[in-house]
Structures are given as structure tokens and as C-alpha cells.
């Protein structure tokens, strides 16, 4: 049974960070890249950022260059999301998933390309 678990969401101030998990069971980790989306109230899901399946290529959406940062220790099985200088705009429940990669440096910003998903993880940043 293949599971993606989030973790490490929750409330923050207006410019301080948080740092998300995704623990993935029940699949050969290393043969995924995983991608972060997010979604708020009344907007579609979008991406966040996503990493290839051995880390060497890594992507973000336009607006959160240089804010947050995605890393992946295969060993753990585990994906992270570093969040810093967060913003009110970046309230959203964030989810990880993951997309099976036939190549290294694959990755892609398409949700429907992810075939598993994990449950979403509420990040609220408050002003």
C-alpha cells in the first residue's frame, strides 16, 4: 500500500518559516521525483516545487524562488519543504506527490502527471 504522510504545517507569524515533510511507504522511493502543490480557499491547486528523484534537478513555481527551498533524503524515504519568509498569500493546504520518473533529472509541474498523493498538511500564516 503506497502512502504519502505529511507533516510540520501548522501556524506561523507573517515572516517566519516552517519546514513540511512527506514520508512515502509502500513504493520504491528513488524511482520518484515528488512534487509540492498547494491550495487555498476557492483557488485551484497549484505547484509549489518539485525534485527529481535523486535530487540533482530541482523546480519552482516563479513567486517562491528563493523563499522556499525542496530537498529529498532518499534513505528516509522523506521529502522536505523548507518555508521561510512566509507570507499571509501562502496559506494553503500543501500537499506532496509523487510521479514516476523514467529518467534522472525528470520533473514536472503538471499535477495530473502525479500518480500518488499524500492527505495535505494546513499551513496558516497569520498577519
Known amino acids: 500500500q503506497v502512502q504519502l504522510v505529511e507533516s510540520g504545517g501548522g501556524l506561523v507569524q507573517a515572516g517566519g518559516s516552517l519546514r513540511l515533510s512527506c514520508v512515502a511507504s509502500?513504493?520504491?522511493?528513488?524511482?520518484?521525483?515528488v512534487g509540492w502543490f498547494r491550495q487555498a480557499p476557492g483557488k485551484e491547486r497549484e505547484f509549489v516545487a518539485g525534485?527529481?528523484?535523486?535530487?540533482?534537478?530541482?523546480a519552482y513555481a516563479d513567486s517562491l524562488k528563493g523563499r522556499f527551498t525542496i530537498s529529498r533524503d532518499n534513505g528516509k524515504s522523506t521529502v522536505y519543504l523548507q518555508m521561510n519568509s512566509l507570507k499571509p498569500e501562502d496559506t494553503a493546504v500543501y500537499y506532496c506527490?509523487?510521479?514516476?520518473?523514467?529518467?534522472?533529472?525528470?520533473?514536472?509541474?503538471?499535477?495530473?502527471?502525479?500518480?500518488?498523493w499524500g492527505q495535505g498538511t494546513q499551513v496558516t500564516v497569520s498577519t
Open positions: 525534485i527529481s528523484r535523486s535530487g540533482g534537478n530541482t
Open positions: 506527490a509523487a510521479s514516476y520518473a523514467y529518467y534522472d533529472l525528470q520533473i514536472t509541474s503538471t499535477a495530473n502527471a502525479y500518480e500518488r
Open positions: 509502500g513504493l520504491t522511493f528513488n524511482n520518484y521525483a
